[in-house]
């Protein structure tokens, strides 16, 4: 915990009801879910990690587990609004929005606002070619930084198969980082092209 308070000290006055408890575990967890939200597609990921937030916050009575199954159980509601988002908007036709755009809430420092741009742009062209269930894996096993086993409880699938989803979906990855470097003449790895 960012605040320098014992996690389980932090859960229990959540379970008491104490705004400060909620508001650490949204502060450390919202930029995270909602990044996981936005880099996939997500039409509002704001709205969605709220609804994540209160899906956490009306369970989190009946929560058991340390920091790690915390931080599993909160993806696992955030992907699983994620998916009843996609089910709602395939019913429903939806108008065009061309913002599209992963930084509309830039800070202001023109510096850290471009490289936040570069960034964002690169990682969400990346990951939108790859397809869902692979890009579901990717981020929640580096963004959401969650094990294998909390990632297959997340997407309701086996060990094996997330490992395979994320297996291919590395690969693809790369593939694009070196056909990327290719381009402009530079190696995808500092020590030299990559082996297979």
């Known amino acids: 915990m960012r605040t320098g308070l014992p996690f389980d ?7 008491a009801g104490a705004a400060w408890a909620f508001e650490v575990f949204y502060r450390d967890l919202s930029p995270a879910v909602t990044g996981y939200l936005r880099l996939h597609g997500a039409a509002e990921p704001d709205d969605l990690a709220s609804e994540t937030f209160l ?3 009306t369970g989190l009575g009946s929560f058991r587990g340390d920091e790690d199954a915390l931080r599993a159980w909160v993806f696992t509601i955030a992907h699983r609004r ?10 429903r036709p939806q108008l065009a929005d061309d913002s599209g755009d992963l930084t509309a809430h830039l800070g202001g ?3 850290d606002d471009v490289l936040v741009r570069l960034g964002a742009d690169t990682v969400q062209r990346l990951c939108g070619r790859l397809p869902d269930d692979q890009r579901a894996v990717v981020l929640l096993r580096i963004l959401a930084d969650l094990t294998i086993e909390q990632v297959a409880a997340a997407m309701d699938r086996s060990v094996a198969s997330v490992k395979a989803l994320q297996r291919r979906g590395l690969r693809t990855l790369r593939a694009e980082l070196e ?5 402009v003449g530079v190696d995808a790895h500092p020590y030299g092209p990559l082996r297979r």
């Open 55 to 57: 899906g956490v916050f």
């Open 109 to 111: 420092d023109v510096e």
């Open 9 to 15: 000290d932090v859960l229990v006055a959540a379970q």
């Open 179 to 183: 056909n990327s470097a290719e381009k």
């Open 82 to 91: 994620l998916v009843d988002d996609w089910r709602r908007r395939s019913r």
